[in-house]
C-alpha cells in the first residue's frame, strides 16, 4: 500500500497543507493580539463578548493548528507579547477605534476567514486537515452572522446601494 492510505493522521502533509496551517497560525496570532487590543477600545457590551468569543476561538485555532505542526516537526510561527491592559477612558478620542470600526472590521476578517477555510478544504488530502478547517469553517460562519445581526441592530452597518423597486 501507498503512504497515503490508512490513518490520515500517519500521512504525510503536502507542502501546501503545511503553509496552510503555519499561515492560519499566524493569522490566528495576529487576530488574538488585534482582539485584545480592540477589547480596550470597545465600549459595547455585546461587541465585547463577541470580541472574548473570538479571542477564544482564536487561542483554539492556535493550539490545534501548532500541533500539527510540532507533530510534523515544524517549527509553528512565533506568538506575539501580550498586550498590557488599557481602559476605554484612558484611550485618546484620536487614537481609539470606535465600536462601528471594530464591528465592520470583525465582519471583514470572519468573511476572509470563511474564503482561507473553504480554500484549505479544497487543497487538503488529509482527510483529518480538510474536517479540521471544516470546523472552522462552521465556527466562522456562526460569528458572521453574529456580527451581522450586530451591526444591523447597532446600526452600524453600511449597506452597499440597495436596489428598491418603485411602485409603477
Same mark, same amino acid.
Given at each position: 500500500m501507498g503512504v497515503l492510505d490508512g490513518?490520515? @493522521?500517519?500521512?504525510?502533509m503536502h507542502y501546501g497543507e503545511i503553509f496552510t496551517i503555519w499561515e492560519s497560525s499566524m493569522g490566528a496570532k495576529m487576530i488574538l493580539s488585534c482582539y485584545q487590543?480592540?477589547?480596550y477600545h470597545a465600549g459595547d457590551k455585546?461587541? @465585547? &463578548?463577541? +470580541?472574548?468569543d473570538l479571542i477564544d476561538q482564536a487561542k483554539l485555532e492556535i493550539k490545534e493548528l501548532d500541533k500539527l505542526l510540532? &507533530?510534523?516537526g515544524i517549527t509553528p510561527?512565533?506568538?506575539?507579547? &501580550?498586550?498590557p491592559e488599557a481602559k476605554l477612558e484612558d484611550i485618546p478620542a484620536g487614537a481609539?477605534?470606535?465600536?462601528? &470600526?471594530?464591528?465592520? @472590521?470583525?465582519a471583514m476578517d470572519?468573511?476572509?476567514? +470563511?474564503?482561507g477555510c473553504s480554500a484549505a478544504m479544497g487543497m487538503s488530502i488529509r482527510e483529518d486537515i480538510g474536517a479540521l478547517f471544516a470546523k472552522y469553517h462552521t465556527t466562522k460562519t456562526g460569528f458572521g452572522l453574529r456580527i451581522l445581526r450586530l451591526n444591523k441592530e447597532k446600526g452600524w452597518?453600511?449597506?452597499p446601494p440597495l436596489l428598491v423597486k418603485k411602485p409603477e
Open positions: 490513518n490520515p @493522521k500517519n500521512e504525510p487590543a480592540y477589547t455585546e461587541l @465585547k &463578548e463577541l +470580541l472574548g510540532s &507533530e510534523a510561527p512565533p506568538m506575539l507579547p &501580550e498586550r481609539r477605534f470606535a465600536d462601528p &470600526e471594530i464591528g465592520a @472590521k470583525l470572519i468573511a476572509a476567514g +470563511l474564503a452597518l453600511v449597506p
